[in-house]
Structure formats: C-alpha cells, structure tokens
C-alpha cells in the first residue's frame, strides 16, 4: 500500500499553504488577509529582488555596450580557468561552436575527446556515459534542484546558528540574508567572483559563523565574511580558492560537523576530497568503478558519510579510518538523502523510483569503525490519483528531493512531475522504533513546483521549512507540537 | 621514562623494518613490472607472455634486482635517521646559510648521486636495450675496446637525478613528517599516493633534463677524457656502427632514443627514490594507541599523559597528541577511561593527568607567543631586566646602531669579581668592545643578527602538536556535557577557555605583526600554513564548546576580558 493513500486531500488550487497548528497544515485563498497575518516571514521575490540588485549594482557596465569575445579569446579563457577539459567543454559546447560553420566539424571529436581525457584524468574503470556529458549539463543531471538550469534560485543554505541564509543565483551571485527579529528580510551581502561559475552547492562551516564554501565549476571557493564589517560587496579579497587538477565541476561538497574538514565531489572524479582548508591541502579518497560522485551528506554526529555515484551505487564512509561500505546493484542511481540527527538512520531514494529507503545503523561502541549491522526497509509513495474539485490531480510518485528537520520530528518530500507543485510533510519519531506518519501536502501559488527543500536548523519552537519554487521562498513554519492522533493504520514500522 | 623509551623503540623498530620490507618489495614489482611491459610486443602476444614469464627464471635479471634492492636498503638505513617531525629554524642569516650548507646535507646529495648511478646502471643491465657496458668492444680487434658514451650519458643522468633528488630532499622540506589530513589505512594511503608519485617522477625527471644536457654539454669533453684516463681506453667512434656522432656534439645529443632512455631511467631512479620517503612516512605516521591508565604501577610511564610530554623524542610526543585527538573525536569507551574517578577517594587522576600536562603546554606557548610579539627580536624584554637588577647584577644599556629601533643590549658582570681581577676585566672589557665593534658592522650584523621572522617561524614549528591537543581538549570537553556523570571536567573549564581564547588573542596580535605571506621563505611554507590552521583550530574549539555548553557557559567564572571576548562567540560574531 503507498503510503500516500493515507493523506488528505491537497489543498484546492488557488490556496497556499501557510503553516501547521495542530498537526493541521493551513492553506488560505491567495488573496485571502489572513494568509499574510499567519505567516511569520514574508515571501522573497528572488527573481525580481535579488537579481535586480545585482544588475542595479553593475551601473558602470551599463555604459557600455555588451559584445561577445571571439572564439580564440574565449578558448583561451577556458584554458586559464578550467584547463584542457574547458577548452575541449567549450569546443564541443561552447556557443561558438553552433554560431561558427568551423567548428561544427570539431565539435563531435571534441566530445569524445573530453570523455577520454576525464576518462584517463581519473582512472575509471568503464567509458561511463556522463563522462561525455558538459559542466553545466553534468550539474544539471545530477543536482537535486530539478530546475538548476531554468530557475533563478540555484542553491539555498540555511546558516547553522544565526537567522540567516545564503542563495545562490542564476546569474551566479552569491546573496546572503539575515531575518530581522521583526520578520523581515534584509539585503545583507552580495559575493562575486571570477571563478564563481555554475554554483552547484554551498555550504556554511558549522564551527564558525562566517565561513561560507562555494561549489563552482572549476573550484570551491571558501568566502570568510567578516560578521562586524558593514560591506555589502565581498569580492575577490575576502576568498580562498581550493583547486585540485581533473576535480571539476565541483557538484557537491560537505563541511564535518565537528571539525574543520569539507569534503568535495565532482562526477568526472573518482576520488572525493578531504580538505584542510586553513591547510590548502586535501586527501583524495579514491576509489575506482562506480562513475565519480553525485552527492554527499555528512551524517550531523560526524561519524559517517554518504556518498552517492552517477552509477547505481553508493557508499557510505567511516569518519575514523576512512573506509567505506559500498552498496550496488540498486535499482537506479541515487536521486536524494537525509540523515536522521542522530546519524543512524539514512533515508535515500532512487532516481524515478516511488519508494523511500531507510537504512539503520546499530551503534556499536567499542568498534566505531564497524558499518556492517544494518538493516533496510522501505517505504512506499507510489502515486494515487485523486479526484477534486479542480479535476484529477496525481499525488506522490517519484521523489526529487527530501528534509529532515534538525529535531528530527519532520520531513519533508517533495516529488517528480506530475506532483512537483505538492510537498509532502510527515512527522517522525525516533524515540523507541522509526515511525513516520504522514500530515499532508503543502502547495504553493498555482502552477508553482518546488525545486529545493530545507529545514532552518536550530530553529525554536517548532521547525522552519523553506521551499525554494522557480523563483519564490516560502517560509512556512511547521509546527512541531502535534496532537497525539492514532494512525496506528498506516506507521511504518522499522522491521527489526 | 625507560618503558617509555622501550616502548617506542620497538615500535619504531618494526614500522621501520615493515616499511623496508614494503619498499623492496614495491621495487621488485615497479622493476618486473617496467621491464615486461617494454618487452611486450602487442604483434606478438603469445610470445611476448613466453617472454615475461621468462624474465621470472632470468639470472641476469634477478642479480640486478637484488643490486637494486641492495642500494635501496642503503639507502633507506641511512636517511631514514634525517627525518623530523618538525623544521629546524635557524636564528639569523650565518646559520640558515651554515643550514644549507652542512655537511649531512653535503654526505646526502652524495650518497643519491651514486646510489642513483648505480641504480641506472642496474637497470640498464635489465633492459639493455641502447646499452649494454659502459665500455664496447671495438671491431675487428678483440683486445680493444672504445668508451660507450651514450651508457655513460645515461648513468650520469641517473647521478644528476640521484643528486637533485637528495638536494630537494631538503631544500623542498621533504624530509619533514607531515601528518596525513585524515587517518586512513596503510593500504588506501599508499595505493591513493603511487601513481600520482609515478607521474611527478616522470614530469620532473622530463623537467630537469634540459640542466642535465647543459651541464652534459659543456663538460663532456672532460667527463670523456676522465673516463679514457681512468680505463686507459681508445676513443674510436667511426668503428662502431651504433654510434655515429660523439654526445659531445649538438647534433649527437639531439637523439631521440638518448634522450628517452635517459629520461625513462631518470623516472625510474626517482620513483625509487621517492618510494622509501613514502613507505617510511606511511608507516610513521600511523596512529598508535597509548594506554590511558596503567594496569600496574610499573607501568605508569607508559601512560598518554607521559608521553604527552616526552619532549626527547617528537615523533613520539606527535603519536601521543595524535592519539589525545583520536580518542577525544572517536572512542567513547576511552574517553570514558578519561572521565572515571578512582576507586578509592573518588579522585579524577586521569583527567587530572591529561589536561593539567596539556594546559600546563599550551599556556607555555601562549607565554612564549605573548613574549614573542611584545620584542620580537628575542632581546629580553624590560620586564625581564628588572628582574636580573633585583638580584644584584649590573646592567648597562646601549643603543646598537643610530637609526635603528630602541633596541636594548644587556651586559652582566659580576661586581665582586670586578674588585678582584682588575686586569682580567680590563682585557674582557677590550674584547667585548672589540666584538661590539664588529657586531655593529652592517655586513655583520646582518648575518648574525637575529631575524624576528625566523624567530617567529621558529616558535610556531611545533604548531602541529598544540592544534592536536587543542582539538583533543575541546572534543574531550563537548563530550564530557553528555558522558562526564561525575562532573569531572567542570572544574577545568574555566581553565582551558581562559587558554584558548588567550592564544587566540596572542595569535591575533601575531599574525597582525607578521602577516602570513605563503609564497615567502621557501622550505618553511608549511610552518605559515600550520600558523593558519592553529588559528582556526582555536575558533573551532571554542566555538565547539560555546555550542554544545549554550547558556551555561554564563555560569563560569572567567576574567572580564575573556568573558567580553566569549561573549562574541556566543553571538557568532567572531
């Protein structure tokens, strides 16, 4: 049975989901005055705000009239900045490579140039397909973000301690933000770079409150905003850039929770990286026949690590002697994870998959280094047609992306096309047994899907979801002290 | 202190010998390996088996293999003892150049410059390809023999590598210990390091060819005539069909043949090389486990807090530090040794033990650190002087050179003895003018003056030892708020916040003062990283235990300064 089928129905089209009281989650009419007094946090316009002001800032470039570079001097630019594989990537995709008869000729033996040259570069072991794929489609492919290429929003990131946040743009600006104790939101700093190019994850460090790393295509940068300067344009004297050969584009990358160690992954690379940023140095974690890396996520405890493969594999690492415990023969390649904050429980998903897996760790503490006592079980969201009002609407399915509150009380799930404008939210428990009971669905304005989830970590009384739509936050507190209900029926049970 | 030393000795004892072992071994493997893939003939496949499996059964080629595992193991006896935890910052210019220049590094240079000879020379005899002696027999005369100077020009190439190899050795800071980011295994370590080895061999051997042909060029001529005077040989070049033209020509040394078979053995003798630096720190830096609490009395010297302050051997007080950060980040069964009270009184001895010998270190630092930025060129400061006065000594003050900063000298003399030796004070008094007149010279000064930023590097060489025992505390302080159940740690905090946010106020000044410049003072860089990474460390650790503590930390008594300066990181604004 999917689980699914337990859930109310949706709100109609029309009604925005505002918040949850009593394990109630509330939608009003758009333009409805109560949706605007109930909601703690106003909505964030980033198409129009944030975009706007970066371009209101670039007023000496207005002057002047834009002109694209030719051809030789944008493959050299390539070659300064991304090295071979960016001059074959421009060659093979570049926009002079359609615009220039020339080039059309080359452009094919320079794919299967840069699929040998990232093939060689890092010793895989099969000639896997994404190899021949570009930067910007390889990003595209396998971030979570369902629209990294068409949306405003790139990427979104909750500082760990402070009311404040960083959103990556389309037009590949940094912008952070802090909430006013009165709700509101206040344009705080703008970051650029010349090197800050298809952002494809950023990160705060959790040891600091300043500290901000940056996925780009050719490297991470690490930005160290000083919390007492007024400035509001950081630029390149505020930055550090880590950059390791044949590790790029840089997809994903994760700070340890209680150190000071990030790790980085790129999918043309088979080795993740372990950086000692104050250090500028890094371990290659190397190991060979599954694709390079998707995406990763520490575990909040620190011990273990994930790490998922272009392939249909993943892994997961032991923090202490750096070992890892691969998982094949899945299904699919994995589409998204979240760890439990206790560290015990991952949940993953498969890529167009409608079931939510959940893989427990037993804690052994004499043996921190043991992964081997784990068990598996799944939860299913298969979808389920619904009839409304409105006509029929298709509920649960595939899973694109999923958050686990920091509490480790909510989580929420958003789905594929054709339920992508509907966010699934359950409450868990982690006390005795995993037990996840289902709430309901939140939808946003008409027509919009939600494209990135995340939980404010640390957030008093209750817990505060952001959902990132094609170009609109939506801060929608969800409410933790939940009625005591039976669903005995539809929990699902870890089976022990 | 005996077990102590015991103990390490036989520790050190079998990671030596296990690392000697893995090299040979690897050399075998790299040796058998290089030689069957030059014999494979892709035409021929069958054949070219027959002929890698006969390579196994091969005497000639077996003799060569135990030469070349002879030199290594010569090599890996007598460098292995050159390695430090730590650099060796020297105080002023006369030293840094007598550094430099000393004769160990002198004897190592030469020692690679012919265990790199005769490992081409081994290897050449395997592959035998181009050359076969370093002397051929003429044609048509049996007794005769002519100088193979293509031989010689490789065998001297492997010295030139040899050479630069032990010369980089040094100069590159190669021989420092440098601990892994992350504790992996001996296996990933080494499997994660070789082919990337392989390829900087196989670059720098390409690199540093072209000084090679330079040197070769100009003093061929006299290399050639020392080898004919040395074997009494004829040069008879036009008799040998192989040769053609003299490498003592341009166009003898643009040969293409020569020059790859020169720079495959360069790649192969540096990888060799590089093989023993890199087994040799794999197995040294591995983490070893120290007992916290001794099972018998008399082995209490064996203890981690014992070794936490063994400062005769580094490497061992390292593992010590190295293993405090372990165990605080990862074993909770031993962080639960650390919070156990004895049995009779009830008294933390093992908390006690380990955070007084870490505190008792890091507020010597932060002293040293303090001093260090308030007179930076390691004169005694003010403070100092009055001191000695107080005892009764006489203290004379001058200025050493006009325009310079107040710097101030100091002389001490004994006033007793100065009634009753008048002529020995006199002679002394000439002598220290003397000498103040030739330290006042500016040539002089220069070279032995004390430069403040080789002091400052000095004092932060040991860097690596405090950030582990700053992170060992600090995990040992955010776990103690869950698994401390007799409250042992309380009583310290205030104690150990007072010490990071001390350092990290001395390390703010410091690196105000001496701005972290990376690309300065070459073969020290990593000493301006570790200044980096000490400072970070200290935000991490405190930060780690402003969040796990929360308001508590309100509760601890702190001076006032301290508690403005925690109060920012409690607002993450630090």
Same mark, same amino acid.
């Given at each position: 049975m999917s689980l699914i089928e337990a859930f109310c129905n949706p709100?109609?089209?029309?009604f925005v989901t505002v918040c949850e009281k009593n394990a109630q989650l509330l939608a009003f009419d758009v333009l409805d005055s109560r949706a605007k007094e109930l909601a703690l946090f106003p909505e964030l316009n980033a198409a129009v705000e944030l975009m706007r002001a970066s371009w209101s800032k670039e007023s000496a470039r207005a002057a002047f009239v834009e002109h694209s570079d030719s051809a030789r001097k944008q493959l050299l630019k390539a070659w300064f900045e991304h090295g071979l594989t960016g001059i074959l990537d421009e060659i093979a995709y570049g926009q002079f490579a359609e615009q220039t008869p020339g080039m059309r000729f080359i452009s094919h033996p320079a794919r299967f140039a840069l699929w040998f040259v990232r093939w060689i570069n890092s010793m895989h072991g099969f000639l896997f397909p994404?190899?021949?794929?570009?930067n910007g489609d390889l990003i595209s492919e396998f971030s979570?973000?369902? $629209?990294?290429?068409?949306?405003?929003?790139r990427c979104f990131a909750w500082h760990p301690h402070v009311p404040e946040f960083a959103i990556a743009m389309k037009d590949d600006f940094v912008h952070i933000r802090s909430l006013e104790s009165n709700g509101s939101l206040a344009v705080e700093r703008t970051l650029k770079h010349?090197?800050?190019?298809?952002?494809a994850d950023i990160a705060w460090k959790p040891l600091s409150s300043s500290i901000l790393a940056v996925a780009c295509q050719s490297c991470v940068l690490i930005w160290k905003i000083?919390?007492? +300067? $007024?400035? %509001?344009h950081l630029w390149s004297s505020a930055v550090q850039t880590l950059t390791h050969p044949g590790?790029?584009?840089?997809i994903s990358i994760a700070w340890c929770p209680d150190e000071g160690l990030l790790v980085s992954a790129s999918p043309t690379d088979t080795s993740i990286l372990v950086w000692n940023v104050a250090m500028d140095d890094c371990v290659p974690l190397k190991r060979f026949?599954?694709?390079?890396?998707?995406f990763l996520k520490w575990s909040p405890d620190g011990s273990k690590l994930f790490s998922a493969c272009p392939s249909s594999v993943f892994r997961i690492w032991e923090c202490v002697n750096w070992t890892c415990q691969k998982w094949t023969?899945?299904?699919?390649?994995?589409?998204s994870a979240c760890w439990s904050p206790d560290g015990k429980i991952l949940l993953f998903t498969l890529h167009d998959e409608e079931v939510i897996y959940s893989l427990t760790f037993q804690s052994d503490s004499s043996n921190?280094?043991?992964? %081997?006592k784990t068990q598996i079980s799944a939860i299913k969201v298969s979808a389920v047609n619904r009839d409304t009002e409105t006509g029929l609407i298709s509920l649960g399915g595939p899973v694109q992306d999923m958050a686990w509150d920091s509490n480790g009380e909510r989580l929420a799930v958003s789905f594929m096309?054709? +339920?992508?404008?509907f966010v699934a939210i359950f409450q868990t428990s982690l006390e005795t047994i995993f037990e996840i009971i289902p709430i309901g669905f939140i939808r946003g304005r008409p027509d919009e899907t939600a494209t990135i989830l995340s939980f404010r970590p640390k957030f008093v009384g209750g817990s505060l979801l952001t959902i990132v739509s094609l170009a609109v936050l939506y801060f929608e507190?969800?409410?933790?002290?939940?009625l005591h209900l039976n669903f005995e029926n539809v929990c699902y049970e870890n089976s022990v | 202190m005996t077990n102590l030393r015991e103990l390490f000795d036989s520790e050190k004892r079998w990671r030596s010998a296990a690392a000697a072992v893995w090299t040979l071994l690897l050399v075998i493997s790299f040796t058998f390996a290089v030689t069957a893939v030059g014999s494979f003939d892709p035409f021929d496949v069958l054949g070219s088996i027959a002929g890698i499996l006969f390579i196994l059964t091969d005497r000639t080629f077996w003799s060569n293999v135990f030469g070349i595992c002879v030199v290594e193991f010569i090599i890996f006896r007598l460098t292995?003892?050159?390695?430090?935890?730590c650099h060796y910052v020297p105080r002023n210019q006369l030293r840094l150049i007598a550094y430099h220049l000393s004769p160990v590094r002198i004897f190592y240079i030469i020692l690679h410059m012919i265990c790199g000879g005769l490992i081409t020379w081994f290897m050449t005899r395997i592959t035998?390809?181009?050359?076969?002696? /370093?002397v051929l027999d003429a044609t048509g005369n049996i007794n005769a023999s002519v100088v193979n100077e293509q031989h010689t020009f490789i065998v001297l190439h492997g010295m030139f590598v040899g050479g630069f190899y032990g010369a980089a050795f040094f100069l590159a800071g190669r021989h420092i210990i440098h601990f892994p980011i992350v504790q992996q295994t001996r296996f990933f370590r080494v499997k994660g390091q070789l082919f990337p080895l392989l390829l900087t061999s196989a670059s720098r051997s390409f690199r540093n060819m072209k000084y090679f042909y330079i040197i070769y060029y100009f003093f061929c001529a006299s290399t050639v005539q020392w080898w004919l005077s040395v074997y009494g040989l004829p040069q008879d070049r036009?008799?040998?069909?192989?040769?053609?033209?003299? /490498?003592?020509t341009i166009s003898g040394l643009l040969s293409l043949s020569l020059a790859f078979s020169a720079w495959f053995c360069g790649m192969f003798v540096d990888f060799v090389l590089s093989l023993v630096n890199l087994l040799y720190i794999v197995y040294e830096t591995q983490s070893f486990e120290f007992p916290?609490?001794?099972? =018998?009395?008399?082995?209490?010297?064996?203890c981690l807090h014992r070794a936490l302050i063994c400062n005769e051997h580094l490497l061992l007080q390292y593992l010590a530090c190295l293993d405090l950060s372990q165990l605080a980040k990862h074993s909770r069964e031993r962080r639960m040794v650390i919070f156990s009270v004895s049995?009779?009184? &009830?008294?933390p001895l093992n908390w006690t033990n380990i955070a007084s010998t870490c505190l008792v270190q890091l507020k010597d630092f932060v002293d040293e650190i303090v001093a260090f930025n308030d007179c930076p060129t390691g004169q005694k400061t003010v403070g100092h002087l009055v001191d000695q006065q107080k005892q009764g000594q006489v203290i004379s003050r001058s =200025? /050493?050179?006009? &325009?310079?900063?107040h710097e101030l000298s100091y002389r001490t003399a004994d006033v007793c003895a100065q009634q009753t030796q008048p002529q020995i004070d006199s002679a002394k008094r000439i002598f220290v003018k003397i000498s103040e007149i030739v330290k006042n010279h500016s040539v002089v000064t220069y070279f032995i003056a004390n430069r403040p930023e080789l002091l400052g590097l000095q004092l932060f060489s040991q860097s690596q030892k405090y950030i582990w025992l700053i992170s060992g505390l600090s995990h040992l302080v955010a776990a103690s708020y869950t698994e401390d159940t007799y409250g042992v740690v309380q009583q310290t905090l205030p104690d150990i916040l007072t010490v990071f946010l001390n350092l990290l106020e001395a390390l703010n000044r410091h690196l105000k003062q001496f701005p972290v410049?990376?690309?300065?003072?070459s073969g020290f860089a990593n000493i301006h990283s570790l200044k980096l990474v000490l400072k970070e460390t200290v935000k991490e650790a405190i930060y780690k235990i402003v969040i796990t503590f929360d308001t508590h930390l309100s509760s601890i008594p702190l001076s006032a300064e301290n508690t403005r300066r925690l109060q920012m990181f409690k607002e993450f604004k630090e």
């Open positions: 709100p109609s089209y029309g994404h190899l021949a794929l570009s979570t973000n369902p $629209m990294w290429k068409d949306g405003f929003v010349k090197l800050q190019k298809g952002v000083d919390p007492l +300067s $007024m400035a %509001t590790h790029c584009p840089v026949g599954s694709g390079g890396s998707a023969k899945l299904l699919a390649r994995c589409q921190p280094t043991a992964l %081997t096309d054709p +339920s992508a404008q507190i969800v409410v933790s002290r939940a | 292995t003892r050159y390695y430090k935890v035998g390809n181009l050359v076969v002696s /370093l036009n008799s040998n069909s192989d040769i053609t033209s003299g /490498l003592d916290i609490e001794p099972a =018998f009395e008399h082995l209490q010297d064996m049995p009779l009184g &009830g008294h =200025f /050493l050179r006009p &325009g310079a900063t410049r990376k690309r300065n003072q």
